[in-house]
Nanobody, 118 residues
Framework: QVQLVESGGGLVQAGGSLRLSCAAS????????MGWYRQAPGKQRELVAR???????YYADSVKGRFTISRDNAKNTVYLQMNSLKPEDTAVYYC????????????WGQGTQVTVSS
């Protein structure tokens, strides 16, 4: 059984920084894509950033230049460094991984709240 556990959310003032972490555990054969989504109240869940096993990154336009996604394959962990945070970044952030355990399947974290005050 695979579990994704997130940490690092919280309350921060505009212009501040937070670092989110998401660690996968269980009988994992491999991890392909890792990513972060977010969902603000009354809005659809949206892709924030993702990173492939080969290290290719994608960022939503709204976070380019402010957020950095990275991964530690030895720890089955993905990170999201968020700088220059804005009130519009306020949302619940969910990590996502495409994991072979042993079949390939999507897995999601429980979500962590990020609140940016103005």
């Amino acid at each position: 059984q695979v579990q994704l556990v997130e940490s690092g959310g919280g309350l921060v003032q505009a212009g501040g920084s937070l670092r989110l972490s998401c660690a996968a555990s269980g009988s994992i054969s491999g991890i392909n894509v890792m990513g972060w989504y977010r969902q603000a109240p009354g809005k659809q869940r949206e892709l924030v950033a993702r990173i492939t096993a080969g290290g290719n990154n994608y960022y939503a336009d709204s976070v380019k230049g402010r957020f950095t996604i990275s991964r530690d394959n030895a720890k089955n962990t993905v990170y999201l460094q968020m700088n220059s945070l804005k009130p519009e970044d306020t949302a619940v952030y969910y990590c996502y991984m495409l994991i072979a355990a042993p079949l390939w399947h999507d897995y999601w974290g429980q979500g962590t709240q990020v609140t940016v005050s103005s």
